[in-house]
């Protein structure tokens, strides 16, 4: 064991639960934080989100695995939790487990986990799949995007996953749940009841786009039914499992996916996801009692980004415009020539103060890969955000913070960090934001933070860090109030201090 992970399982011996969750608007690196903890842990639960997300993490000895509903653990023979916040998607879970088994069937490592069969598996995978968590149908997409037409230019951007009618349709009692998959008078009657209500909706967007189809609602069962089987055994009451793993004295690590700004309440409404990605989303969505959850690790991004539309306070360029650079630029996405010339000169600029917005953006887009591991689009890339994370820290609560990508600030000699919001001409309190509709109005107050010149990408060791690192890391300390415990310096396994 590395001297960092010995540091970190002695901190984590501390800890019988901890809760991860992002402090953006995703993309944070939630993935990389969780592969480096849950080796302290028996058990990773999902607890909010669904396919919309996207977690990368890797098998004990590297091969890489891009998890959407599946919790992370199963890259590290965990027992993984899907509990009832999470929304469930038959089609594509299945999907993702057969990708995930190929991958772990070619890992060389010792103890694979329990997934691939004829690998000393005691059954195909320790997965629990939550009986009452929402079942998705066609038609929780098909009336997404019915929504999203009639917003005109406030749409929200979405994954285009259901996740909006997934959480809406079980507001009003309508949901079919995974559960019902077991019972097919239950499910049919349930899509029924579902189809019945949203029909109106449905034949709208079919006079929008002929082209698009509405299946039957029989063959919408039918599907459901064939698959059925395929989990029957992972379908169970996660709630009462967690509570009597923590009663044996398990050790529980539960995974938040997207993140504070995109929490349905607590997020920059409407531009948010439908789940509850905050850290009191951990209690909801797995029925566990509060006390179950004193510790939170924030994960923030030293630069922040965000996809889709809604407030953006650190934003470096256009949102649309950073986003479709992406696509119109891949050759730029891509190791090589191209790439290392765009980002050498673009660096030269922003360190003789001679970088416009948009070259400030595009470098950091570029340096730091922005694009989303679920669709593909680019992401917005914006400042560091103080006022953004103390709010983050008070909705939180966190008792420490991961900060990733700390490593874009290599070679940059200063980098504005938003240091205050002024809301009506006034500075607002730590903390404090103003309304949803109004985040985008504020003013952004900046000050110039000396970055470090030394190229610190893969760092492992504290001491390592250049004085100058160090020192910004301290200051922002300050600023927080809470500790920073890891740092991010690459995409690389190792490549994260331990503080
Ligand atoms: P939905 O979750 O598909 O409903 O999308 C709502 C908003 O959340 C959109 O702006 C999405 O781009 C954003 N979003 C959802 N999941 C993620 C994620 O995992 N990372 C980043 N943004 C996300």
């Known amino acids: 064991m590395s001297g960092n992970n010995q540091k970190l399982s002695e901190i984590l011996k501390q800890h019988q639960t901890l809760v991860v969750v992002g402090g953006n608007w995703g993309d944070e690196g939630k993935g990389k934080v969780i592969d480096l903890l849950m080796g302290s842990f028996d058990i990773v639960a999902r607890f909010s989100g669904g396919s919309n997300a996207g977690h990368t993490v890797f098998t004990p000895s590297g091969l890489k695995i891009v998890s959407h509903q599946i919790p992370c653990g199963l890259a590290q023979n965990k027992i993984c939790v899907m509990s009832r916040g999470e929304f469930f998607n038959l089609k594509l879970f299945l999907q993702e487990l057969e990708e995930t088994k190929k991958v772990l069937l070619q890992s060389d490592d010792p103890h694979p986990g329990p997934l691939p069969e004829g690998k000393g598996a005691k059954k195909l995978a320790d997965i629990y799949i939550d009986q009452q968590a929402t079942l998705w149908t066609p038609y929780h997409s098909l009336f997404e995007a019915y929504i999203e037409a009639t917003r005109d230019e406030r749409k929200i951007g979405t994954t285009n996953k259901g996740i909006g009618p997934l959480e809406g349709v079980y507001k009003l009692r309508l949901s079919p749940l995974v559960g019902h998959l077991l019972d097919e008078k239950l499910l049919s009657h349930s899509i029924h009841a579902l189809y019945k209500v949203l029909e109106p909706s449905l034949a709208s967007l079919k006079g929008l786009d002929a082209s698009i189809k509405i299946p039957l609602v029989e063959d919408v069962v039918r599907e459901l039914l064939q698959d ?153 890339i914006g400042y560091l955000d103080i006022p953004w994370l103390q709010y983050a820290i008070r909705i939180n609560g966190p008792k420490y913070i991961a900060l990733t990508r700390f490593d874009m600030l290599s070679g940059v000699k200063s980098i504005p960090v938003v240091v205050g919001y002024k809301h009506h001409g006034q500075i607002l309190p730590p903390g404090k934001l103003p309304a949803a509709w109004e985040l985008g109005d504020v003013e952004v107050v900046k000050e110039n933070w000396p970055c470090f010149m030394e190229n610190i990408g893969g760092i492992s060791e504290a001491d390592k860090l250049p004085t100058p690192a160090k020192e910004f890391l301290s200051k922002l300390e300050k600023h927080l109030g809470v500790p920073i415990l890891l740092v991010g310096t690459g995409p690389g396994r190792e490549a994260m201090v331990v503080r």
């Not at 993140?259 to 439908?274: E, I, K, N, Q, R």
């Not at 797995?286 to 306070?313: E, H, Y």
């Not at 360029?317 to 950073?322: D, I, N, T, Y």
């Open 228 to 380: 059925a089987p395929k989990i029957k055994d992972f379908i169970n009451d996660s709630s009462f499992f967690l509570y009597q793993s923590l009663k044996q004295g398990k050790k529980i690590l539960f995974e938040g996916a997207q993140a504070t700004g995109l929490d349905a309440w607590w997020g920059t409404y409407p531009f948010v996801s439908s789940g509850n990605s905050v850290a009191t989303g951990a209690s909801l969505g797995t029925g566990l009692s509060m006390d179950n959850f004193p510790s939170t690790i924030l994960v923030a991004k030293t630069l922040p980004t965000r996809v889709g539309n809604g407030p953006f306070p650190s934003e470096m360029w256009e949102r649309q415009a950073a986003m479709a650079f992406t696509k119109e630029h891949p050759d730029l996405f891509t190791k090589g020539a191209a790439r290392d010339g765009f980002l050498s000169a673009n660096l030269e600029k922003i360190n003789s103060g001679k970088a416009s917005a948009a070259e400030i953006s595009q470098y950091f887009q570029v340096l730091g890969d922005e694009r989303g591991a679920t669709t593909g689009r680019g992401r917005s």
